[in-house]
């Protein structure tokens, strides 16, 4: 028996005649002789009645000043996957194939007990197999699992897995199924070299590596979900990226090592997150690890997780999601970090205190806690830690297989961006990309530019 | 419609990848270089020229930072001479150094995670390791240390996350830097 399992979106499933094609796609599989097993998302997304944030707003509604229980929300978060779910496999009825609608407890899909983020820890696929050995047609609820029937704490209680979840559980039956293939069904028709909302241009991809969709999906673009990526890339599941609404063949998504020419090329521009960028300046470059700590510890405590991380002789930055800002400033802003001199200064100070500084104003912790610590200066040496601030910064980036093998990749990204007046604020890379951190006002046209230099021409 | 009956014949498969730090990687034979730059109206063309000549001498570079006075990257360490002879052809300052490893700390959703950085550089610190560069990306935290403290630097490490002998993969520039 080929199994091939078919995830559909929620674009896909949004409305009568979209979800009409959807189910085309199945019967075509099961018409070749595959047995197509099919995961969908919720019906619509943001304000749709069915959408997962619709139902969770339902929630909030009740009284904005208390948040639902994580076990809760994703009981009610997973109602949108079964409803839609439901609707699909009559579609399917309706069209005159046996088809059966399962929730993925229903499906064997066994998390942890991470509420609104678990991980799947195992599939026990019996039922499923069985069913396809029937000749029905599953339709398995993306996005959500439930806790070991025997959990010390939690018995049997529905989860979900978090951002791209139905395509981790497209991804993970196909696994457990030992699929043919993996299928994820989009509006669009495969992996585009950019975003063809900022770049009409956009070329789609014939062929990628797991490794090139893992670092696409990370740096921004919403095609396929970084671990549904990971799940096919360590199981070595053939994927494909392709379009309900077109018969393109869309792109498939492959181990490197099959792929010889896809080794050092480079495969799409994406762009990702509202960032601040945060320059602290540490004058006294012996003290300066011991007070790198304790920012770090500061944003660990906080739950503010930093990035982009850079180094001087005398400065420490990083950029932190633009929601966790406010947390961050506020606790930066007028922290002191006390270092004890193993031997008094010129003047007879035994130990310097730092103190972050973000900006001169009435209402910063600095200009209350600065002065408090003039009492003290005859004894310890008060020095300030200034801090600069880009906001609306956003990071772009080129996915290059190999670039750290190849010269010139930076240079003609740089080029292009200077030639263009844009300022690079920062640049990152990893082995699968070079990125740089720009103005949010600059990105279309960074985007675009970057597009005509590197695939147009 | 009659249903089938469960059955557990199939076994169970279990599959994604643990939530935090799964490996350390270390690179050896890593070269640094700091180019110094006037905080003035041609630092960006500085900088582009700087990229330039790399390119034209066939120099490869990762981990590139810039900064307010100077722009650093590094580079494989048997490409050094050659840096050093693209850069003298700018006429900037420059001073580069090759005793030097690349520590990679590698995580799943990285960018997810909260207290690595702390975790390392409190491991670095205890190996007496000093950092020249660091970077990040949605798998991995690295680290540009002295080779001389990379071994002791790995061991801490690897305590702090809890890893064993298995998770540590090492390879060096110098057989790679003509690829």
């Known amino acids: 028996m080929k199994i091939v399992v078919q995830k559909f979106g929620g674009t896909s499933v949004d409305c009568p005649e979209s979800r009409l094609l959807a189910a085309k796609k199945v019967i075509q599989a099961k018409m070749s002789g595959l047995s197509p097993v099919v995961v969908v998302s919720a019906i619509g997304r943001k304000g749709k009645p069915y959408a997962t944030d619709t139902l969770v707003q339902v929630l909030r509604d009740i009284d904005p000043q208390v948040p639902p229980a994580p076990r809760e929300q994703d009981m009610m978060m997973a109602c949108g996957e079964i409803i839609s779910t439901v609707v699909f496999a009559h579609t399917l009825q309706t069209l005159g194939y046996k088809a059966i609608a399962l929730s993925g407890g229903q499906a064997g899909i066994i998390t942890d007990p ?137 792109t498939r998504i492959t181990d490197s090592t099959a792929l010889d020419a896809v080794r050092q090329r480079l495969t799409g521009i994406t762009h990702t997150g509202k960032l601040v960028y945060i320059r602290l300046e540490i004058e006294n470059a012996e003290h300066k690890p011991h007070v790198e700590r304790e920012v770090y510890r500061m944003m660990a405590r906080a739950g503010v997780n930093i990035f982009l991380v850079t180094f001087s002789p005398k400065g420490l930055s990083f950029t932190v999601p633009r929601t ?22 010129s003047e007879g100070k035994q130990s310097v205190y730092y103190i972050f500084k973000f900006s001169e104003g009435l209402d910063l912790a600095y200009s209350v806690q600065r002065p408090l610590l003039g009492a003290v200066e005859k004894h310890i040496r008060i020095v300030d830690v200034p801090a600069s601030v880009i906001e609306n910064c956003t990071m772009v980036s080129v996915i290059a297989s190999g670039h750290r093998r190849v010269h010139g990749v930076l240079a003609m990204i740089y080029e292009t961006l200077l030639n263009a007046g844009i300022a690079v604020h920062q640049t990152a890379d990893s082995e699968m990309s070079v990125s740089f951190l720009l103005s949010e006002s600059d990105v279309q046209r960074a985007v675009r530019l970057l597009h005509e230099r590197l695939f147009e021409k | 419609m009659s249903l089938p009956a469960t059955e557990t014949k199939a076994p169970n498969v279990s599959f994604e990848r643990e939530r935090g730090v799964y490996a350390i990687h270390i690179t050896r034979d890593v070269a640094h270089a700091v180019v110094t730059l006037e905080d003035d109206s041609l630092r960006s063309a500085r900088i582009l020229q700087v990229f330039r000549v790399l390119a034209s001498a066939e120099v490869p570079i990762f981990l590139t930072k810039l900064h307010r006075s100077a722009v650093t990257f590094a580079f494989a360490g048997p490409d050094l001479p050659r840096v050093e002879a693209a850069l003298k052809t700018v006429g900037v300052k420059s001073t580069a150094r090759r005793d030097l490893a690349v520590i990679a700390v590698r995580a799943a959703s990285m960018r997810d995670l909260t207290g690595v950085m702390v975790a390392i550089a409190d491991g670095l610190y205890a190996a007496g390791a000093r950092l020249f560069e660091t970077g990040d990306s949605h798998n991995s935290v690295v680290c540009l240390i002295e080779n001389e403290r990379a071994d002791e630097a790995v061991q801490h490490l690897k305590s702090a996350f809890r890893l064993d002998a298995t998770a540590i993969r090492e390879q060096n520039l110098s057989s790679e830097a003509a690829v």
């Open chain 1, 324 to 345: 966790l800002y406010p947390i961050a400033r506020d606790l930066l802003d007028g922290m002191v970090v006390p270092i004890a001199l193993e031997e008094p200064d």
């Open chain 1, 114 to 250: 991470e509420f609104g983020n678990a991980r799947i820890l195992e599939i026990r696929p019996h039922y499923i197999n069985r069913l396809l050995e029937q000749g029905y047609i599953p339709v398995v609820c993306g996005f959500q699992g439930i806790t070991q029937p025997n959990d010390e704490y939690e018995h049997g209680a529905i989860t979900t897995l978090g951002r791209g979840g139905s395509d981790t559980t497209a991804a993970a039956l196909g696994v457990a199924l030992s699929a043919t293939a993996v299928e994820i069904y989009t509006d669009v028709d495969g992996i585009k070299t950019a975003d063809p909302d900022l770049v009409p241009a956009a070329k789609t991809l014939e062929v990628c590596t797991y490794e090139e969709v893992a670092e696409i999906a990370h740096q921004g673009a919403k095609v396929v979900h970084p671990r549904a990526a990971e799940i096919a890339m360590d199981h070595n599941i053939p994927l494909w990226v392709k379009s309900t609404f077109s018969d393109a063949p869309g």
